[in-house]
């Protein structure tokens, strides 16, 4: 019997929201980070590690107070940001807005020793920037029982010719 499409699609509300968020996110460690979101001029996009999804699903940065993000979000803080888990799950598109934030706390609750790469006088380095995306809207894709379970059934979906698709996809709503 072939995979209704509607069973493969789950919206997520709140703490559910959330925790799927969290999972993917922090799982796959790196976003693509768009700014500058014009229709008809290519974006701006770079590679950037995520630091934390906090509780109420905000997304935390760091950066430099001199770089061009900088001022393409003082110009349009809307931002949008991909990311991608693994190779055949865990996909997160979210299109938020991006806020400036100077918090000493937040800094030393964020900071890891990698990040002296890019500011050399560690954590009271002054260039530091945190970024806070709050998202408006967010949508995922995954699969339901985990990744060797999907890869499983892809196995005998192939030898039986029959759809036995794990996929999950919906919206994120908190």
């Not at 100077?102 to 990698?114: A, G, I, R, S």
């Not at 985990?146 to 892809?154: E, R, S």
Request: net charge negative.
């Amino acid at each position: 019997m072939e995979t209704n499409k509607k069973e493969n699609q789950k919206n997520l509300f709140g703490k559910e929201a959330i925790d799927k968020l969290k999972d993917i996110a922090t799982s796959a460690e790196n976003c693509f980070f768009c700014t500058s979101i014009k229709t008809g001029i290519p974006m701006s996009v770079r590679p950037m590690s995520i630091l934390q999804v906090d509780d109420e699903g905000n997304l935390w940065f760091m950066t430099g107070k001199d770089t061009y993000k900088k001022e393409e979000i003082e110009a349009d803080p809307f931002t949008h940001l991909f990311f991608q888990e693994n190779k055949n799950s865990g996909f997160l598109n979210i299109y938020g807005i991006t806020e400036f934030v100077e918090d000493q706390k937040k800094v030393d609750e964020l900071w890891n020793p990698l990040l002296k790469v890019w500011f050399t006088e560690g954590k009271e380095d002054p260039t530091i920037l945190l970024l806070k995306v709050v998202p408006t809207n967010v949508y995922y894709w995954d699969n339901k029982h985990g990744d060797t379970i999907a890869f499983a059934k892809m196995v005998t979906s192939l030898v039986i010719g029959k759809s036995m698709d794990d996929s999950v996809e919906g919206k994120l709503e908190f």
